[in-house]
């Protein structure tokens, strides 16, 4: 279990907000509950959250935007809680920046696991410790496409030019990287990204390789470096 991790809840409905409050101070996390966008930002800078849990419907600001707008600021984690059940309000979450999606009402087991999946994936963890000293020579190995992942400061640059991704996108980068030529199914990517806990399908993994094409393919229409391998997945090629 992750302990004493900070979880920034914004959450305006005030019997959601207790209820994830107590759960998750009880489970020994340290809990802070905003009710709006606005204190949402502040609390970003002042309490230092590892994991934002991200309610869309808030007082002063609805929607999506509101994903985009916080990772643009961080690269925190950020899991969304909604009542909105469709397919397509998880895409355009996701595809904001979200990491996660949870629908209400959600089990809160479910929850502190996907809390944990995503700590994770954001190497929070001292577990991670041992792999990232591991991983420290493909780290400072530049790739002769001029595309360098440096692990330890979570930067991804083309011909040394810093390169703004989301999590997810920074994930799928470093295992595209660390095994060029490999062909990845999306099943492959979808576990390695989230965890197989985690709501994410394939479309969504779509998603991110074309915003990964367009941040660093001369020609996204015209990948010369992430490949799609019809039927399977994609692979990286250096």
Known sequence: MIVLARILVIED??????????????????????????DGFQALFSFRPDVILLDLVLPDSQGTEMCAEFRRHTDIPLIVISMKTGVTDRIQAISAGADDYLVKPFSMQELKARIGAVLRRAQISSTLAAWRDEAAATAESVVRTGITLDLERRALLKDGRAIETTFSEFEIMKHFVERPGKVYTREELINAVRGIDSFVNDRAIDVHVTNLRRKLEDNPKQPQHIKTVWGVGYKFIR
């Open 13 to 38: 409905d005030q019997i959601i907000g207790e209820m994830l409050t107590l759960y998750l101070t009880e489970e020994q996390f340290t809990v802070q509950r905003v009710e709006t966008a606005r």
